[in-house]
């Protein structure tokens, strides 16, 4: 694993590169987890950036995964879309699955919003279902694999971090809203970011749920641990890809094939969600 750490030099780099590609500047960021790629197709007036053309970024291996920026315009709001991100298993560092997090932050991002395939742990919950995130357990931060790890950025934020409203409190209300007009119902809970790459066992389900877990993925809280690190506030979004199996009897099995395509169902209310968060004035001060 690189465990190079990243330079202030090396942020400044990729973010001038993006900000020479595009005539816009957008304050509202969106990360768009696995199937939840075509909010983008949604952005008006887009310029492209490929991760692959932008230095010291890394490329997600993963399928479902496209791996550009699409920055433009969405609802009246000047917005960049990630369309795609890397995640710890492929084998990256939390320092390089975070970079473009503190690059948003540099390119003037104030707002974040992210989004995520997961698991639905909450008996309560049905695939298809969306997962406004009140908060989240950052399983692999609390064993030692902390984005923030190694030397503090004093520029993007404090050593010891605050993370009491990881997920703005505000936002949430807004996003409460913007699906309740859309007459969309909207699931409410406590995502658990988990390293992956094995889906999980029926005993580590049932413990995850005796923690207090709604939903479960592989991504996300590093990302938000960064965001909040320098002041971005975020809103999160999981959309319930499959029911985790609890009866190993039962014959049935996680499959990836299984997370995107109901990714892609789930994306039309993603999309009608976060169109209505971005009407509001709220989201950008
Ligand atoms: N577990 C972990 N990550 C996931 C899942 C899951 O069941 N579904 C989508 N991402």
Sequence with gaps: MNEQP???QAFKEAAACIKQQTPHSPTVALVLGSGMGPLAEEI??????????????????????????VIGLLQGQTVLAMQGRTHFYEGHSMQAITMPIR??????????????????????????????????IN??????????RGPNFDEFGPRFPSMVTPYDLELQQVARRAAQQAEISLQEGVYVSLSGPTFETPAEIRFLRAIGGDAVGMS????????????????????????AITDPTSGGQTTHEEVLAAGRTISSKLIAVVKGVLAGRAIVG
């Excluded at 490929?50 to 993963?62: G, K, L």
């Design 6 to 8: 990243l330079s202030m």
């Design 44 to 69: 008006g007036e887009p310029t492209y950036v490929p991760y692959a053309d932008i230095p010291h970024f890394t490329r997600s291996t993963v399928p479902g995964h496209a791996g550009r920026m």
């Design 103 to 136: 690059v948003l932050r540099l390119l003037g991002i104030k707002t974040l919003v992210v989004t995520n395939a997961a698991g639905g742990l909450n008996p309560a919950f049905h695939v298809g279902d969306l997962m406004l995130i009140t908060d989240h």
């Design 139 to 148: 399983f692999t931060g609390m064993a030692g694999y902390n984005p923030l």
């Design 220 to 243: 996300t809280a590093p990302e938000v641990v960064v965001a909040r690190h320098s002041g971005m506030r975020v809103l999160g979004i999981s959309g319930i890809t499959n029911i």
